[in-house]
């Protein structure tokens, strides 16, 4: 089966000879998507799809509440899963393509590859990751949402009576949670590669990083000259690793430099983090109320949360939910917590770094003037890398010279140039003030504690004296 792939008006089009696909598109659904095109969903997919757990994924916004900046950042995890789910049918039809007799390929594998790229975020919380890395440890519970989805698709499979060999459900749910510890070994033993393609634990290159890069650059308005369909074309299996031509380093080191741009301009910035810090300390506060954390375990209970939480809230006359009604209705009329200052910590210092708290800040404020109390403040802590911490993660890629060849080998990056990044890491801390007449008192304070940690003030700049005069 011959694969190829083009941009066509901004999509991405596939081509698979006909033969190969006729039988899928006369039992398959069409779905038009604004980034891959036209996406077929076979008959086992849209049994899954067809359910309200799986619809459920329409009201969760992909970027959480990233659309309070970039209003057009308004797209769902739903169509994200329905592009993984192309993806990963593509880079599997492609290694089949190739390497299907030498590696065994076979319809298990493929449907398997298919259904964890659909499902993978079907256990996703509100509000992009936010729920589960803000809220939920701020009322001391651990959860995962590849645990949880691990746990919805049995529970979509026994509710809805879906017909699936209990083999395929097992490989799938491995393929999802997979960073590969939490694979069995067997599993792992055997066609490895396999893991590689969704939730890759081994180097962090995976379809559903190329999907997420794309469609979000492109809903908030940003280019993107990350080729993700080079890659896709002519990844190879060498020892159960998929493994990219040399010649395409620079592709796959785009990919993680992108991810990094957009965390730094649009998931980590600083207003859409004001906003966060609201929401969070609004679902804390209503979280005794709604039973918010109580519901996370049970999947019956659990799909029925979704991003209308904040409605809930907004529009409940209960008094029980005053306090976190008053913090949705001031995000509502932008009154949001002021941003006083943020600083970079110094590389020498990232890898003993503790995250700052409000009560250290307090803890540093000038003698006289407003008293501040922790409450007062809420500080983010920000970290942006190329998703191997302080490492970098095309250390752990391996390349190939050409198709003639069946060595893999790894590239240090000052073999193909000098001007890629030698750190790989930033650790940036954000301080706001609750309230506007808060300002001054709160930026003097932070510019104390940074005096007191690193000896001088590490911030770029002052906080604007318009700002801190506002009220």
């Not at 190829?4 to 696909?21: H, K, P």
């Not at 960073?179 to 490895?192: C, D, F, G, P, T």
């Not at 796959?252 to 004001?274: E, G, I, N, P």
């Not at 250290?360 to 403040?377: A, R």
Request: one cysteine or more; charged letters at 30%.
């Amino acid at each position: 089966m011959e694969a190829s792939c083009r941009w066509n008006d901004g999509i991405v089009t596939s081509y698979y000879s006909a033969s190969s696909l006729a039988l899928d598109r006369r039992f398959s659904k069409c779905v038009r998507d604004n980034v891959h095109g036209n996406i077929y969903l076979d008959p086992l997919a849209l049994k899954f799809v067809d359910t309200e757990q799986f619809q459920r994924l329409r009201d969760l916004k992909q970027l959480g509440l990233t659309h309070y900046v970039y209003p057009g950042a308004v797209h769902s995890r739903f169509e994200h899963s329905l592009g993984v789910y192309w993806l990963a049918g593509q880079a599997i039809h492609t290694i089949n393509a190739h390497q299907g007799s030498e590696l065994g390929i076979d319809r298990f594998d493929i449907q398997t590859v298919k259904l964890a790229g659909l499902l993978h975020d079907v256990g996703h919380g509100p509000f992009s990751h936010l729920f589960e890395h803000a809220f939920l440890p701020r009322v001391n519970v651990k959860w995962s949402h590849e645990d949880m989805s691990a746990k919805m698709i049995d529970y979509i499979v026994d509710v809805h009576h879906i017909d699936i060999d209990a083999e395929v459900l097992k490989k799938v749910k491995e393929l999802i949670v997979s960073s590969l510890e939490h694979a069995s070994q067997k599993s792992v033993n055997e066609k490895r590669f396999l893991y590689d393609i969704v939730a890759n634990g081994r180097n962090g290159i995976d379809v559903d990083k190329f999907d997420y890069i794309v469609r979000d650059s492109r809903a908030c308005g940003l280019g993107c000259n990350f080729e993700f369909q080079r890659l896709m074309e002519t990844m190879r299996v060498i020892d159960d690793e998929i493994c990219y031509r040399a010649k395409d380093y620079l592709t796959a080191q785009k990919c993680f430099s992108t991810r990094a741009d957009l965390h730094r301009t649009v998931y980590m910035h600083a207003k859409v983090k004001a906003i966060e810090l609201m929401v969070v300390d609004a679902l804390t506060k209503a979280n005794d109320y709604l039973g918010l954390a109580s519901s996370i375990q049970e999947p019956e209970k659990y799909w029925k949360l979704d991003d209308s939480i904040l409605k809930q809230i907004e529009t409940s006359d209960k008094q029980e939910l005053k306090e976190a009604r008053d913090l949705v209705l001031r995000i509502r009329r932008r009154d949001l917590y002021q941003f006083c200052n943020e600083f970079s910590v110094p590389k020498d210092k990232l890898e003993h770094f503790k995250n700052i708290t409000p009560q250290d800040i307090v803890c540093s404020q000038v003698n006289g003037g407003v008293i501040l109390e922790k409450e007062d403040v809420a500080v983010s802590n920000v970290k942006i890398d190329l998703t191997r911490g302080r490492n970098d993660p095309l250390e752990s890629i391996h390349f190939f010279k050409d198709y003639e060849s069946n060595d893999k080998f790894l590239i240090e990056n000052d073999r193909v140039s000098h001007l890629l990044p030698g750190f790989y890491q930033d650790m940036i801390v954000r301080v706001y003030a609750k309230k506007p007449e808060l300002v001054d008192a709160v930026s003097k304070a932070f510019e104390n504690f940074q005096v007191k940690m690193y000896g001088r003030k590490a911030q770029v700049h002052e906080t604007p004296e318009k700002k801190k005069h506002r009220r």
